[in-house]
Nanobody, 126 residues
């Protein structure tokens, strides 16, 4: 049974940090790019970051560059998103998603990912 299990969301003050985890089961990460999209209330879902598990290349949307770091532990079949210096505009539901191939496949997939995890809520507020 293929599954992506997302966790790690929560409420944090501006400037704080959170680490999201996306644990994959039922398939091997190495052939896939895995990353995170987020959706704020009233807005379209947008790609945040992804990592290619075949070559380790990464991508970040401009608004999180330098604050977020994505990493992958292939032994644990888990991808992490370390989010630092969080801002209120980072608030939203974060979804992990997998797309076969490299990061460009993932970026272009939009809603057409191969696998989705359930969302985890991230709220940045004082």
């Amino acid at each position: 049974d293929v599954q992506l299990q997302a966790s790690g969301g929560g409420l944090v003050q501006p400037g704080g940090s959170l680490r999201l985890s996306c644990a994959a089961s039922g398939f091997t990460l190495r052939a896939y790019a895995i990353g995170w999209l987020r959706q704020a209330p009233g807005k379209e879902r947008e790609g945040v970051s992804c990592i290619s598990n075949s070559d380790g290349s990464t991508w970040y949307t401009e608004s999180v560059e330098g604050r977020f770091t994505i990493s992958s532990d292939n032994a644990k079949n888990t991808v992490y998103l370390q989010m630092n210096s969080l801002k209120p505009e980072d608030t939203g539901v974060y979804y992990c998603a997998a797309r076969i191939g490299g990061i460009m496949n993932w970026i272009l997939a939009g809603y057409g990912m191969d696998y989705w995890g359930k969302g985890t809520q991230v709220t940045v507020s004082s």
